[in-house]
Structures are given as structure tokens and as C-alpha cells.
């Protein structure tokens, strides 16, 4: 007799109930096409996304004139020359506290930022977000809109699909290429390299950054998308840490718009919520959430939720701002009929604001009072010491003078510290003195070689402190480093 089989889902079904396997963690990406809306957070994005490209694109081909003999690009991290340039301010090797001050105050800003205003840093400034916009800009400008960008993908192979698709992407590889050639002229001569790259003269590690910066580029805001937001950036999964009850979100008013529900012109609206359950709030999500489920880590907080709710509301004759930028405290207050208030300064953003003061001041009075000069010492290894014929003690020592100047400088180098010493330069038959005379290269460190001699009465311990020092013409202190003379013990 013919036993009926179970269909393969009936099947997968009564063996995940008897917990034979396992159900899948993994879900295939579902695209999203968020489709164009009009309004104020919209105009606000489209300013701060030109004022972002703009700035990245042609801030290599600034020029800043810091005399003979040194680049003139305003900003410029000039690797092979070990130096970084910003505006007037030249930061050498020795200076990259500088540049971790820089990003200690990137980062107390984005707090700040977002106990304020939630995630505004994502929805407008982020450069994943800034090039995605673009991308996504170039896309509705090839394809279309939201529905006709689903239709063509759902169409076969014609003519009109393909020129289509290749029209986009080649307009995105030129986006990219143009975003990873500006980021090269950022550590090289903009006019140079360009000139270069063209003409096929440019090294082989400029063309790998350039392709890598490229390529990554296509990649991030072609392809990758929202999903850099969810599952490649880690600031969504802390951000909540610097938010409170009284931190701005796109939020929706759940209390004003439920129960939700289609709604038919010249129906009451007693009893029911002002959603009228369109999806506005969806189709023009740049990650493809809904709103309505309340603050989830995909959103951005960009806004073109509230521009889309508003034209909805706008037409159905309700007053706008079903979502808006609110904080959870004025959300229940106006669904308590209360007037909503705004408590900028609180616990948090104090402490946020006055260590973004306080490293900013610090960086600024260091920038202002930090020496042209510097000096480093390294003593010899091996040997410690050398006990001379006379019977003296002789060290050796390798000195590093950094000249920030832009001219050459006639220095003395003298000791301080070290009673009957003298110095002379190594292998130049100088006779001891108690200084030397030095001459600074301009803009430049300069290493010189010197022995250190003391008489043998003198040294009464294996390690005895001293002070190398560096003297202008006039026998002003340029700068000092403290060493140690060694003999027996």
C-alpha cells in the first residue's frame, strides 16, 4: 500500500519542533532601494555633503607659501620628508602627540555630539555616508527611482538594462578613482602626482594606494552600503552608551500615531492614530528599517523619515512631525499634553565639553610655546668607557640637534654639571675644549659625534648625571639634555 511522503517543508518543520537540527543564523541580504524625498533634512544633507567633498577634493590643491625649499601644498603629510603640514603649523616625527591630541578630540567631540543629538555624525558627516549619498544620487540619476531601480532589477537581459548598469558603474569607478587619487595628494605633491600617475611615472606604491583606495571606495559605497552601518562599524554598538533620556533621536510618536491604519479622505479620525500605515518612513530609509519599531542600531539618524512622514501628513491634513527629533523625555510629555523642554547642559555633556576644552587648550599652549630647538643624547654602548693613557675617563656620545628654523644656525654645545670635563668631536684631531662650536642645518636634524673626557680623580661613581647644552651666538640656552658619564665603579 502507497505511504503519502511529507513535503520537504512539512518535514523541516516537524524536525525543528523535535529539535533535530539546528534553525539557520543566517539570513540572505535583502536589498534596499530607498527612494528620493524632499525637505529640510534632506536640503541639510545635501550642504553638508557638497561642504564634505568639497573640502576633501580640493583641500590637496591648497597652496601655503612657507619659504625656499619647502612644500608649498596647505596640507600635506609628507612621508618621505618625515613631516606632517598644516596651514602654518609643521609637525616633525617627534610630534605625533599632536596628532593623537587630534583624534582624542575627534573623539570627545563625536561624544558630545552624541548626547546632544543622537547619531548625527552618522547621517550627515560620516564619509561612509557622504559617498554613499553620492553613489546613490548617481544611481536615481541612471536608473531611476525606487520603483522603476526594483523594475529594471526584476527585468531580463535587454539593451536597455545593460547600458544602464555599465552606465553606473562606470560612473562610480570614476567617483572612486577620483576619491583614491585626492587621497594620495594628501602624502604627495597634488600637481606632481597627478602629473605622474598620468604619465605612467609615478612609483609602484602610488598606484597600489591609489587602486586599494579605489577599490575600496567602489566597493563600500556601491555595493556594501548600509551594511558597512550594521555590520562593519562598531560605533552603533556603544553609541548608546552616550545617550540619555534627554539625547535627540528620530523617534516615532508612537502615542500620536496608533492604532495605525489605511485611512479613506472624508473618514473621522476619532479613534485611531495619524499613521496611515504608508511606508514612507520605509521606502526612504538609506538602511531599510522601520522607524516605527522604535530606535534600532541600522539607524543613522539621518532624518529623511521625518521629510517623507511630514509630505504624508501634509496631504492627509494632519499637523506634521508624526516622527521628529525628539528626546524620550518630550515624547512623553507631549503625550502628556505638557510643553517639551530642552536641557542642554546636564551631567554628561559638561564633562564632555570640558575635556574637549581642556585637550584643545592644552594642544593650543603647547603649539604656541614649543621650541624651534631640540636635543637628543645617546650614549655609547660599548664600552661604557676608556680609560685614556694619562689616566683620564673618555665617554662617547652621539648628539642629535633638530633645528625647526628655516635658517642655518652657528651653535655651541657645551656641558654643565661635570666639573674639569672637555669634549671633542670624534675623529677630527680637535683639541678638547670645554665647548664646541656647531652648525645647524636648516630645517633639518644634525647628528654629531663627540667625546667627553674627565679626570680620573674626578669620577667618584659608576654613573655621575650631567647636562649636555646648546648655545646660541650670544651664549643663550637653545636647549639642554640630561646625560650621564660613566666609569668604574
Not at 161 to 188: E, N, S
Not at 455 to 484: C, K, Q
Request: glycine letters at 8%; hydrophobic letters at 45%; aromatic letters at 10%.
Amino acid at each position: 500500500m502507497n505511504q503519502m511522503v511529507p513535503d520537504r517543508e512539512t518535514k523541516s518543520r516537524a524536525e525543528a519542533a523535535l529539535g533535530l537540527f539546528a534553525p539557520s543564523l543566517y539570513a540572505d541580504h535583502v536589498k534596499v532601494y530607498p527612494r528620493a524625498v524632499s525637505g529640510r533634512f534632506r536640503t541639510v544633507k545635501w550642504g553638508v555633503l557638497i561642504a564634505c567633498l568639497a573640502a576633501y577634493y580640493i583641500g590637496p590643491w591648497l597652496r601655503w607659501d612657507r619659504g625656499p625649499n619647502t612644500p608649498d601644498q596647505a596640507l600635506l603629510l609628507d612621508m618621505a620628508g618625515r613631516r606632517g603640514y598644516f596651514f602654518n603649523i609643521e609637525i616633525w616625527p617627534q610630534e605625533v602627540y599632536y596628532i593623537t591630541g587630534l583624534l582624542i578630540l575627534g573623539a570627545v567631540a563625536l561624544f558630545l555630539a552624541t548626547a546632544l543629538f543622537g547619531r548625527i555624525w552618522c547621517g550627515y558627516a560620516c564619509p561612509q555616508t557622504v559617498w554613499t549619498d553620492l553613489f546613490m544620487l548617481v544611481e536615481r540619476w541612471v536608473e531611476g527611482d525606487r520603483n522603476a531601480r526594483m523594475k529594471l532589477d526584476q527585468q531580463p537581459l535587454s539593451f536597455n538594462k545593460v547600458w544602464r548598469k555599465t552606465a553606473k558603474h562606470v560612473l562610480w569607478v570614476a567617483i572612486a578613482a577620483a576619491t583614491g587619487g585626492a587621497w594620495i595628494m594628501y602624502f604627495q605633491d597634488a600637481p606632481t602626482v597627478t602629473r605622474e600617475m598620468v604619465t605612467g611615472e609615478a612609483g609602484g606604491g602610488t598606484y597600489f594606494f591609489f587602486g586599494l583606495f579605489t577599490g575600496t571606495t567602489y566597493l563600500l559605497a556601491g555595493w556594501a552600503r548600509e551594511q558597512v552601518c550594521t555590520y562593519m562599524c562598531p560605533w552603533p554598538r556603544f553609541q548608546a552608551a552616550m545617550l540619555d533620556e534627554h539625547s535627540l533621536a528620530v523617534t516615532y510618536q508612537g502615542w500620536r500615531g496608533e492604532t495605525r491604519g489605511k485611512h479613506k479622505a472624508g473618514d473621522s479620525w476619532d479613534g485611531r492614530g495619524d499613521c496611515v500605515d504608508c511606508r514612507a518612513c520605509v521606502n526612504v530609509c538609506p538602511t531599510g528599517i522601520d522607524i516605527r519599531d522604535g530606535l534600532q542600531l541600522e539607524c543613522i539618524g539621518c532624518g529623511l523619515c521625518i521629510d517623507a512622514c511630514d509630505e504624508v501628513m501634509g496631504k492627509v491634513g494632519r499637523p506634521l512631525r508624526l516622527i521628529d527629533f525628539v528626546s524620550d523625555v518630550n515624547v512623553a510629555r507631549r503625550a502628556g499634553g505638557q510643553p517639551a523642554i530642552r536641557k542642554l547642559v546636564r551631567a554628561r555633556t559638561v564633562i564632555y565639553a570640558a575635556l574637549l576644552v581642556l585637550v584643545a587648550a592644552v594642544m593650543v599652549v603647547t603649539l604656541a610655546t614649543r621650541s624651534q630647538w631640540s636635543m637628543n643624547v645617546l650614549h655609547d654602548r660599548a664600552p661604557l668607557y676608556v680609560t685614556l693613557s694619562d689616566g683620564s675617563l673618555r665617554n662617547g656620545y652621539t648628539v642629535k640637534v633638530l633645528n625647526k628654523t628655516r635658517d642655518v644656525r652657528d651653535l655651541h654645545l657645551a656641558l654643565d654639571g661635570l666639573p674639569q670635563a672637555a669634549m671633542f668631536y670624534a675623529g677630527d684631531g680637535s683639541e678638547a675644549a670645554v665647548s664646541l662650536p656647531l652648525e645647524a642645518a636648516a630645517d633639518d636634524v644634525d647628528d654629531v659625534r663627540v667625546f667627553v673626557k674627565v679626570p680620573r680623580s674626578v669620577i667618584r661613581a659608576a654613573s655621575t648625571p650631567f647636562h649636555f647644552r646648546l648655545l646660541d651666538g650670544r651664549g643663550h640656552e637653545l636647549a639642554h639634555y640630561a646625560a650621564t658619564f660613566n666609569g668604574p665603579n
